[in-house]
């Protein structure tokens, strides 16, 4: 299959306020795909209707080939994923964690102990896994719900602002987990941030999300192009007018360091 993910027309109305406008958009099986846009652009609104957690109001949703409001089990086990906000029980060890999750996800018991251990490994978390999650980092206690979100072996992993709230150089640890998962595990990656450089450096391709509109998308080159700019950060003030970062008040925040990571496809 081509695209693990398609978007038609998604709509979200709270009362009479329009969160998400009549969005569509297809994500390629295996690629990286990044919803950029500032707070309360429908970043957080959206990724919710596409892991079901949140009833559109109108517009469909097909996940590895199921219509995610009809067929929504068979939609849930084929993702996985995080949250802006911590949801692991810190007064577990990381271990258990995993295993209550494995439980409400119906991992075969002969198998969990197995999956857990290879989801452990890919973050690095396996010597830690009997310290309680209250002892965590903020950084550790991420990965551990990206270990945490691929239990079930889902083929998409939808991640909500993963970084946001990290320092540089754990932003930067989250990062190459998440880029090696998707290139040795061809695992498909959609994430919402509000991080031009993240969106450069991580996404084959990129959707930006202002007002509750996709206002442009495609790869960086190509919308440089069609915006006639040489960043994506130029590209945003040309489409709105105005700087990502003036509704963030993280002007200083930029992350410069991604450039250690390198651009996929010779951004
Ligand atoms: N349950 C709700 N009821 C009413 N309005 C809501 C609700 N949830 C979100 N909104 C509004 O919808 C808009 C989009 O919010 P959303 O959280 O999707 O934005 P976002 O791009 O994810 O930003 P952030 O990263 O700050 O969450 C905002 O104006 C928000 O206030």
Do not use: C
Request: aromatic content about 8%.
């Amino acid at each position: 299959m081509q695209n693990i993910l398609s978007v038609q027309s998604l709509t979200k109305k709270f009362d009479d306020f329009t969160a998400v406008k009549g969005i569509s958009f297809d994500v390629e099986t295996g690629s990286i795909f990044a919803f950029l846009g500032p707070n309360g652009a429908g970043k957080s609104t959206t990724i919710k209707m596409l892991t079901t957690v949140l009833k559109p109001t109108s517009g469909e949703i097909r996940i590895n080939g199921y219509n995610a409001l009809k067929e929504q089990d068979k939609a849930r086990s084929s993702f996985g994923i995080v949250f802006q906000d911590y949801s692991l029980d810190s007064e577990l060890t990381a271990y258990e964690n995993m295993e209550y999750h494995s439980v409400i996800y119906k991992v075969p018991k002969a198998e969990r102990e197995e999956r857990i251990k290879t989801a452990l490994e890919i973050v690095g978390l396996w010597d830690r896994r009997n310290d309680l999650v209250k002892k965590y980092s903020g950084g550790m206690k991420r990965r551990l719900e990206i270990a945490r979100a691929l239990v079930h072996y889902p083929r998409v992993l939808f991640l909500d602002e993963p970084t946001v709230g990290l320092d540089p150089q754990t932003r930067m640890s989250i990062w190459s987990h998440i880029k090696r998962l998707n290139e040795e595990r061809k695992m498909t990656i959609f994430l919402t941030t509000h991080y031009m450089d993240e969106a450069e450096a991580m996404a084959d391709k990129i959707a930006i999300i202002d007002h509750g509109k996709i206002i442009e998308s495609g790869t960086l080159a190509e919308i440089m192009e069609r915006t006639e700019t040489e960043s994506l950060e130029e590209s945003f003030l040309k489409l709105t007018g105005r700087d990502i970062r003036d509704e963030n008040g993280n002007g200083g925040d930029k992350m410069r360091f991604m450039r250690g990571i390198g651009r996929r496809h010779g951004h």
